[in-house]
């Protein structure tokens, strides 16, 4: 056969010289890695031949071997599942670019420590490589189950790697070490020994529910053994808690996630009955860098009868909890299920809302029993969770009781609806909330001066999220939610001074100056009104109390939706000398050309002072270069 020679991309270079010169202090995950991948290809066999019994291909014995030759220092971990074809070998081997090998590359810059470091070999998909921790050369051979040709793929790990055509490959995939000498200063284990062969898989591989067997050393005088089974396979969630150590746990949300770090919480879920399952799910203690991507791989394995079915089975769970991971094996589903019928499924739908109910019981117990827990869970999925608030109507309120928002009263320390409701002042009725892009900026918004100067409580929303929840959700325990940038705000009620006796007077006496900006301002604006809500500002921009804030606009446009450009209303501040002085300008002078020119300039710092940007920039830029110049 032809032995055609690659070059590895620049990116798979860097990535096996990181693995070559021992970035990574803990070289045994090497061995966790490679098993990890031969239990999914008999995983996905398993699944393959569920799906199409005319495949050709033997089940009778999936299970995967570990070989020991000590003279020729070679390991090699096989496995009799689904393999790969001559292209998929090219595909997923030759080019690590499609496990993500940039980001990985990235983050691993950003590691803190080796641990971390350690983790992202998994997370990335990259886990083959780790071989080369432990080799200097990896010889890999396969053939994808159904087909009658093999492949080998061979490399010393530098600039290149070949590709061979092979007719006696066996089905599955072999991985076959040529291991460097052991270095035990640089945690580099001599791997042809049983011992420590034995003690990796105890370790990292006990949960894999494939026997992974290995042939034991011939003592002298004896007759050969046969070969030994080196992983219990016991399901963990099967098993009673106290037959499982956390470590056990924690050991199969690693394997499941590609999570190098412990998992947060640890939830366990029998349903005995009409319809039994077990549920182990695991909240992570960060959230993953993909997390709000389209491509993100949510949902917990399904497992029927201990029988692998699917990975990343979404209907378990909604999308607003993509980020649990684990593991639910249900007792009364056909092996042959499949996605679209898991979504019709009443019985998968029953399971989504206690799993659903159980996750947000568990978050509900961080709040009342560890703050510390719960504050690295909102930090990590609070945006994820919010999702919920609009798309589960059902579990609205169980979201709401265990979500905690930035606010006005704390620089800090994050406030739940039911504590801002405590604090309310007399007379208060409203919730009030404002979003934007940060907390620094909405801070300082004009729309929080009245508020400010009156000491009403408003909640400081920051993710994107909150421009749809807000309005999604409406109220809490009869309190209405309210933007104090939308609609028009009356704190009369909450303590003003004015009357609104001296308040229509006012309007009477600058109703010229506010019709004439309508006119001057009609492409841009809606209306023109004085505005109870500014103290220091001399204008800001707000949206109608039921429109769209901008922000909300921007958003929908980005998902692809069309938005329709909506007006809205300017408002002034009949106190600042600015508009005082505008005012007067208006009442003495015929010739309003100039004061048409400082009228599009207030509107366009208004514009401004809420992050936005003037429609011409460049004209806004030469009004206010022209009134510098006066000045000097």
Same mark, same amino acid.
């Given at each position: 056969m032809t032995t055609e020679t690659f070059e590895f991309q620049v990116e798979a270079r860097q990535l096996l010289q990181l693995m070559i010169h021992s970035v990574y202090s803990n070289k045994d995950v090497f061995l966790r890695e490679l098993?990890?991948?031969?239990?999914?290809?008999?995983?996905?066999?398993?699944?393959?031949?569920?799906?199409?019994?005319?495949?050709?291909?033997?089940?009778?014995?999936?299970?995967?071997?570990?070989?020991?030759?000590?003279?020729?220092?070679?390991?090699?971990?096989?496995?009799?599942?689904?393999?790969?074809?001559?292209?998929?070998?090219?595909?997923?081997?030759?080019?690590?670019? *499609? +496990?993500?090998? $940039?980001?990985?590359?990235?983050?691993?810059? !950003?590691?803190? /420590?080796?641990?971390?470091? &350690?983790?992202?070999?998994?997370?990335?998909?990259?886990?083959?490589?780790?071989?080369?921790?432990?080799?200097?050369?990896?010889?890999?051979?396969?053939?994808?189950?159904?087909?009658?040709?093999?492949?080998?793929?061979?490399?010393?790990?530098?600039?290149?790697?070949?590709?061979?055509?092979?007719?006696?490959?066996?089905?599955?995939?072999?991985?076959?070490?040529?291991?460097?000498?052991?270095?035990?200063?640089?945690?580099?284990?001599?791997?042809?020994?049983?011992?420590?062969?034995?003690?990796?898989?105890?370790?990292?591989?006990?949960?894999?529910?494939w026997p992974i067997r290995m042939v034991p050393e011939t003592r002298e005088g004896e007759?050969?053994?046969?070969?030994?089974?080196? *992983? +219990?396979?016991? $399901?963990?969630?099967?098993?009673?808690?106290? !037959?499982?150590? /956390?470590?056990?746990?924690? &050991?199969?949300?690693?394997?499941?996630?590609?999570?190098?770090?412990?998992?947060?919480?640890?939830?366990?879920?029998?349903?005995?009955?009409?319809?039994?399952y077990q549920a182990l799910l695991f909240v992570p203690s960060h959230a993953p860098h993909d997390l709000f991507t389209r491509d993100f791989k949510r949902g917990v394995q399904l497992y029927v009868k201990r029988v692998f079915i699917m990975?990343?089975?979404?209907?378990?769970?909604?999308?607003?909890?993509?980020?649990?991971?684990?593991?639910?094996?249900a007792q009364d589903l056909s092996l042959n299920v499949s996605r679209e019928i898991l979504q019709q499924d009443r019985h998968i739908r029953m399971m989504q809302r206690r799993l659903t109910k159980k996750v947000l019981s568990t978050v509900k117990e961080f709040m009342a029993k560890d703050a510390d827990r719960y504050a690295t869970f909102w930090r990590e999925f609070g945006t994820a969770l919010k999702e919920g608030l609009v798309t589960d109507p059902e579990n609205r309120d169980a979201i709401l009781a265990v979500s905690s928002f930035a606010t006005t009263h704390s620089a800090d320390e994050p406030t739940t609806l039911a504590q801002y409701v405590e604090r309310m002042k007399d007379g208060q009725d409203d919730i009030w909330f404002i979003t934007g892009e940060s907390r620094q900026s909405i801070e300082n918004s004009p729309h929080m001066e009245a508020f400010r100067d009156k000491g009403i409580e408003v909640l400081l929303l920051t993710d994107a999220v909150d421009e749809v929840w807000a309005d999604a959700v409406g109220e809490y325990e009869g309190k209405k939610l309210r933007s104090v940038a939308k609609g028009e705000i009356d704190l009369d009620a909450e303590g003003a001074e004015k009357t609104g006796e001296e308040r229509e007077k006012q309007a009477e006496e600058y109703a010229g100056l506010l019709g004439w900006m309508?006119?001057?301002?009609?492409?841009?604006?809606?209306?023109?009104?004085?505005?109870?809500?500014?103290?220091?500002?001399?204008?800001?921009?707000?949206?109608?109390?039921?429109?769209?804030?901008p922000a909300l606009e921007n958003m929908y446009r980005a998902m692809g939706q069309e938005v329709p450009r909506t007006k809205r209303i300017l408002e002034l501040n009949p106190g600042h000398p600015l508009v005082k002085g505008l005012h007067e300008a208006y009442r003495a002078k015929e010739d309003r050309t100039e004061l048409a020119e400082s009228a599009e300039l207030l509107h366009s710092l208004a514009v401004l002072a809420e992050g936005g940007q003037p429609k011409d920039p460049a004209r806004f830029v030469r009004l206010v270069a022209d009134r510098l110049e006066r000045t000097l």
């Open positions: 098993v990890s991948n031969a239990s999914d290809a008999l995983d996905k066999l398993r699944l393959e031949k569920l799906r199409d019994d005319s495949l050709d291909a033997d089940v009778s014995d999936l299970h995967i071997e570990l070989d020991v030759d000590k003279e020729a220092r070679t390991l090699t971990v096989r496995d009799n599942g689904i393999g790969m074809s001559y292209d998929e070998v090219g595909k997923l081997i030759g080019t690590i670019a *499609n +496990s993500g090998t $940039a980001a990985f590359l990235e983050e691993l810059k !950003e590691a803190k /420590d080796a641990a971390g470091a &350690e983790g992202l070999i998994g997370r990335f998909g990259v886990g083959f490589y780790s071989g080369f921790m432990a080799a200097d050369e990896v010889t890999l051979v396969t053939r994808r189950a159904g087909e009658g040709q093999g492949t080998r793929w061979t490399s010393r790990g530098e600039a290149t790697y070949t590709l061979e055509r092979v007719d006696d490959a066996p089905q599955g995939t072999s991985v076959t070490l040529h291991l460097k000498p052991a270095d035990p200063e640089n945690q580099l284990y001599d791997y042809t020994s049983e011992w420590t062969i034995r003690e990796i898989v105890k370790r990292y591989s006990d949960f894999i529910t007759d050969a053994p046969g070969p030994e089974t080196l *992983n +219990s396979m016991k $399901a963990l969630w099967a098993r009673s808690r106290a !037959e499982v150590s /956390d470590d056990e746990y924690h &050991e199969l949300y690693k394997h499941i996630s590609h999570d190098w770090r412990e998992p947060l919480e640890t939830i366990r879920l029998q349903a005995e009955g009409t319809f039994e990975d990343d089975c979404e209907a378990l769970l909604p999308p607003y909890l993509r980020f649990v991971k684990g593991v639910v094996d309508r006119e001057r301002l009609d492409e841009d604006i809606k209306e023109v009104r004085l505005s109870t809500r500014l103290t220091v500002s001399p204008a800001c921009i707000v949206s109608d109390a039921h429109g769209l804030t």
